[in-house]
């Protein structure tokens, strides 16, 4: 079986290593030149827990990276989807060419395994023409799967192999035969169903988190107001053993809980109600934590924006990933109110992205005199000490911060 990797980001390379480094022969693609490149040379693309390990047993099993298309038992299409913001739609593009592409090299029999995150009815609608246009009968010269993938970046190797899977298959049969390709690493239940049912259930499960976070915001918002504290309130109400409260945040992040509950509210206005007042909750807290951080600066006499740190760019802890970040709204929401000059700092972010960005932790702390922490890395739960003397505001409700101002 050889498996043509099409996309090598956050999602198409490690399945590609993955694949690779259990004896599946497989050729990753991307038409970025440096990329692939990079990957030739031995060098990764962005840091993973246990990637570096996986990269060199793909190497050694021959993994080859390419910027041309080659026929193949299998293609793994895992290009980005991103959606667009104003009509809150799916933009196929990505999908649709990678597919193009495919077509013209995909021999007869092939699979065509879409593994992007894309919204219900995508497949139908816009990767069955493509198909089609080209000649080929659906189900006989080319069979079409969706198998969405489901890892937690962070914790994406151990998730590829101890998450189920859903592999959703026009015929039963080549269902199955995706099923083994992924079996080689993936050691939990795959299940398979039909290509719609794939698509719906991945949306869906970030739907459902998305909607979990947003009740948890909702609460900071009404306890704030009723002068409670949310997370003791939280901690008490979990020990009910069928409640499971998410921790507030200062916004949802990434490339996918933010933005695919809005492919349901696209396509189904009107009936999507709970997602779409979600997902506005979940919009709100940047704003909601400039508030806060206006708030504190009174309370401490402070009035200099410039003596302010936000620490954390990136969506999440220990991610080196930016996409959708809630620091990044929080500075454009700053920008629109005048309040520049704020300080950044991020210990998984070495390219300048924003104004008055550092790059060392002692530095940035010498240049402030209040932290907002906005990401829980590592790096600061281990340097708690680093923040005496400052005023801290936490939202991200870190152990040993107790006595930090909270959202
Ligand atoms: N967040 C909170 N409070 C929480 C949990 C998360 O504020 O209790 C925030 C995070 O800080 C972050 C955002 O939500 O900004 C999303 O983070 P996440 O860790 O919940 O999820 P992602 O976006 O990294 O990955 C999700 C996962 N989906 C689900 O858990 C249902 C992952 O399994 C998917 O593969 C991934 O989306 C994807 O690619 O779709």
């Known amino acids: 079986m050889h498996v043509c990797v099409v996309g090598l980001g956050y999602i198409g390379l490690p399945t590609a290593l993955s694949l690779a480094a259990n004896n599946v022969k497989v050729t990753g693609v991307d038409y970025n030149r440096d ?5 030739q040379n031995g060098e990764l693309t962005f840091e993973e827990k246990g990637l570096d390990q996986l990269f060199a047993d793909a190497l050694k099993n021959g993994i080859v990276f390419s910027n041309e298309y080659v026929a193949a038992d299998a293609y793994i299409v895992a290009v980005p989807t991103p959606y667009e913001k104003d ?11 990678a597919v193009k592409s495919v077509m013209e090299v995909c021999p007869k029999g092939g699979i065509v395994i879409v593994e992007s995150t894309i919204s219900p009815g995508t497949i139908d609608k816009f990767v069955r023409p493509v198909i089609e246009e080209k000649g080929f009968v659906l189900g006989k010269d080319i069979h079409l799967a969706h198998a969405p993938e489901r890892i937690l970046p962070g914790n994406m190797l151990y998730e590829l192999s101890h998450n189920a899977r859903t592999i959703g298959a026009d015929e039963p049969e080549i269902g199955e035969k995706v099923k ?6 993936c050691k939990a239940q795959i299940v398979v169903t039909d290509i719609r049912t794939a698509e719906m259930s991945k949306v869906v499960e970030n739907t459902f988190r998305d909607i979990n976070i947003a009740f948890a915001n909702e609460l900071v918002k009404i306890c704030r107001s009723g002068g409670m504290d949310v997370y003791e309130i939280i901690k008490i109400a979990n020990l009910h053993p069928r409640v499971n409260i998410l921790t507030p945040g200062p916004g949802v992040g990434g490339h996918c809980i933010s933005v695919d509950p809005w492919f349901l509210v696209g396509d189904y206005p009107g009936l999507a109600n709970i997602i779409l007042a979600a997902r506005k909750i979940n919009d709100s807290m940047p704003e909601f934590v400039l508030e806060r951080i206006n708030e504190i600066m009174k309370e401490n006499g402070l009035k200099d924006v410039t003596r302010v740190g936000l620490y954390g760019l990136t969506y999440k802890e220990d991610v080196d990933d930016i996409r959708e970040s809630p620091t990044l709204q929080m500075l454009e929401c700053m920008e629109r109110h005048l309040a520049s000059g704020v300080k950044v700092y991020d210990p998984f972010i070495s390219a300048d992205i924003v104004p008055n960005q550092y790059h060392d932790l002692d530095a940035f702390l010498n240049d402030v005199d209040m932290v907002v922490v906005l990401v829980g890395h590592s790096e600061i739960r281990n ?25």
């Open 35 to 39: 990329l692939t490149k990079k990957l």
């Open 87 to 97: 009509n809150k739609k799916i933009d196929p593009t990505y999908v649709v060419n």
């Open 180 to 185: 083994e390709i992924y079996s080689s690493f």
């Open 383 to 407: 340097n708690l000490d680093k923040l005496k003397g400052k005023v801290v505001l936490d939202t991200r409700h870190l152990p040993g911060l107790e006595d930090a101002y909270k959202m």
